[in-house]
């Protein structure tokens, strides 16, 4: 029979653990971008220690190879603004005013091919020209700019733009210290989190960190490599094969939109089918469809897989519902990161609860629909190829940095 003074004291803990949890969430949702801020930081610098180590394996300092990888990353970039910058910028600014007329243009052979026969006729739906001038007047009306209210409110837009821009700085700011601090010396944030672990637990805290960092590294370099081999075939394709206007953007905008998966991928292919429906009509509208959709099917079966393997795999109606929960609660950072932070999560989930808590390490269960619809459990053998996942990879790239009794520690 619990007393009194016992029922006091839970309820007093109970009520301060709630408080706790009410102030911690409270707190989360005032600093998230910052935390957002520091994850895309961390993401960032867990990507460059790929160079960074191996510059390491060449026989130089963590500190020298980090300011090497630094100073070619600057040097990347610098070499983009000057020679790749100004030709996007004028492409961008061509597709932008372009785009209205190259639409009318792909309608008009939309129509043209319509009416060239009563079987297209019957299936496709109508949409003339003066369908969509009526369609892009009336966007424009909803759109238009009360110009005597902005003369009013000059002076708070220049402060709203002034911020936004300041904000931006900052931003960019916070990522590259972020970024530097973390990639310079890692261990100290990886220690920090292995000293709040029970001391039977810390190898296994450090196996489950590793494959957290070997997730981030396949995700990060399928996106380095998604985005340049989009970018540079599509650009290809569309510029040298199909003669396509403006293709070093839109190689760029097709490369950009590998990395929100799924969602990224098929908008950018919208102005790509308007200006190449604008420059040669149907033919050279499918054509871009099927160059885009076979740069798409050789990179994600090929390229990918012969570079990285397959261990980075996702469902893709799993992909985007985090990328709409992510965008709900996020906002932009949510939408580019949904994916690197679903990889994390899955990993822990993995780790965590399937392998430690559920003792399911080396099972896994395979699900088969009979023809009659009636799901089946099947196990896979141990010593099948599916059922090795998840291997324990202690934190060893840094054990020259390490102190004697961290290097036992990870033995």
């Known amino acids: 029979m619990t007393t009194y003074p016992e029922f006091v004291r839970r309820s007093v803990s109970f009520v301060l653990i709630a408080l706790a949890v009410i102030a911690a969430v409270l707190l989360?949702?005032?600093?998230?971008?910052?935390?957002?801020?520091?994850?895309?930081?961390?993401i960032i610098a867990v990507g460059l220690s790929t160079p960074i180590n191996y510059l390491r394996r060449k026989g130089l300092g963590r500190g020298v190879a980090t300011l090497v990888t630094f100073a070619l990353s600057?040097?990347?970039?610098?070499?983009?603004?000057?020679?790749?910058?100004?030709?996007?910028?004028?492409?961008?600014?061509?597709?932008?005013?372009?785009?209205?007329?190259?639409?009318?243009?792909?309608?008009?052979?939309?129509?043209?091919?319509?009416?060239?026969?009563?079987?297209?006729?019957?299936?496709?739906?109508?949409?003339?020209?003066?369908?969509?001038?009526e369609l892009l007047d009336t966007t424009i009306d909803r759109s238009s700019i009360n110009f005597t209210a902005v003369a009013g409110s000059a002076l708070p837009l220049i402060a709203d733009v002034g911020g936004f821009l300041a904000n931006i700085l900052l931003n960019l700011f916070l990522i590259f210290f972020l970024t530097l601090y973390f990639t310079l010396d890692p261990l100290v944030y990886y220690r920090m989190i292995i000293a709040v672990i029970p001391a039977e637990r810390e190898k296994r805290a450090l196996e489950v960190l590793e494959q957290i960092r070997q997730t981030v590294v396949l995700w990060v370099g399928s996106m380095v490599l998604e985005v340049t081999i989009t970018a540079v075939l599509v650009a290809f394709a569309l510029g040298v094969i199909l003669r396509v206007p403006n293709a070093i953007a839109l190689g760029v905008l097709a490369g950009l939109g590998n990395i929100v998966?799924?969602?990224g991928y098929w908008a950018a292919l919208i102005p790509i089918v308007i200006f190449a429906a604008a420059v040669g009509g149907p033919l050279t509208a499918i054509l871009s469809f099927v160059f885009y959709f076979v740069i798409g099917i050789v990179e994600a079966n090929i390229i990918l897989p012969a570079n990285l393997g397959n261990s980075l795999k996702l469902p893709a109606a799993l992909i985007l519902l985090s990328q709409g929960i992510a965008a709900?609660?996020?906002?932009?950072?949510?939408?580019?990161?949904?994916?690197?932070?679903?990889?994390?999560?899955?990993?822990?989930?993995?780790e965590l609860i399937v392998f430690d808590a559920l003792g399911k390490r080396g099972r896994v269960p395979h699900i088969r629909e009979t023809p009659e619809g009636e799901l089946l459990l099947e196990d896979v053998p141990n010593d099948s190829p599916d059922a090795i996942s998840g291997q324990e990879t202690p934190l060893t790239e840094d054990e020259d940095d390490l102190p004697r009794d961290d290097k036992d520690a990870t033995a």
């Open 28 to 42: 989360v949702t005032r600093i998230y971008p910052i935390l957002i801020l520091g994850l895309l930081s961390w």
């Open 328 to 350: 709900t609660l996020l906002g932009f950072w949510g939408v580019l990161l949904a994916v690197p932070i679903l990889a994390i999560i899955s990993t822990l989930v993995r």
């Open 74 to 133: 600057l040097v990347a970039l610098g070499l983009f603004i000057r020679l790749l910058l100004p030709a996007l910028v004028v492409q961008v600014d061509d597709l932008i005013s372009q785009l209205p007329s190259a639409g009318e243009l792909a309608v008009e052979s939309y129509d043209s091919l319509r009416t060239s026969s009563e079987a297209l006729a019957s299936l496709l739906p109508e949409f003339t020209v003066e369908d969509y001038r």
């Open 261 to 263: 998966p799924y969602v």
